[in-house]
């Protein structure tokens, strides 16, 4: 498919999704710390949950700022996501404690908006070392902090995009990175990674995704590739079960 066609293709799945998942899933917050850590709950909670626990990490009755989100002790943090029914909060506490402590010690402030008066190098440099951060995590703060405009690369883009058909799946990785940035030409990298996470664990999920119910389907070359299979297994009398047509045979 030429780099046009699949850019408009792109185009129209990232504005069915956003009108299907709605904007309330795009990167939201006063400030680039908030809308990082809402980030973080987002990526593996629902997102009204994750609103929820920022919201409470914001709360001058329990911290006065981020600076005592961070003094507080693992427990306190803990107890604040699980009561806002955030995934994996045993093991999110910590890792937020030990964020905010490494940009105080890098900043002398939890604040990343001052990592913008860093220079870029050395700004990606400490990004990157940032302790219990997976790389598409370190990709979204590059790009949050405006360095550069990466496509964080996490196992929802490599699902969703790799089904879809907006890159050659047994091309290399640097390969599919590169197709799939040159479909989203200039569009906000962050957009499409927020629309396909939300995509991913809700419908395009690892196991058994909800094809039948999926908004994008008939621009899906799994979808489509299915339909095709079954309808041959059908016309040659074997079974096969089509994610148009679910009717049993009478
Ligand atoms: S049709 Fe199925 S495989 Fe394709 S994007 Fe939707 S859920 Fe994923």
Redesign the pocket.
Known sequence: MAIREKAKKLDKILSTLERTYSRAVLSEGKNLLERFVFYWFFYASPVTNAKKAVKSLLDEEEFADWNEVRVSTQRELQEILEANRIEDASDLAPRLKTFLQSVFEELDDTDLESLKEMKPDKARRFLASLPGLPPWAVAYLVTLTGFEALLPWDPHTER?GG??GLFDTGAPLPQRKKQLRAALQDEDPLRLHHLFVE?GKK??TDVD???PK?P??QD?A??LRRGRRAKKAATNGTNGSSPTNNKKKR
């Open positions: 969703v089904r879809i995509h419908t395009c995704p909800k094809c999926c994008v389907s899906c799994y979808y």
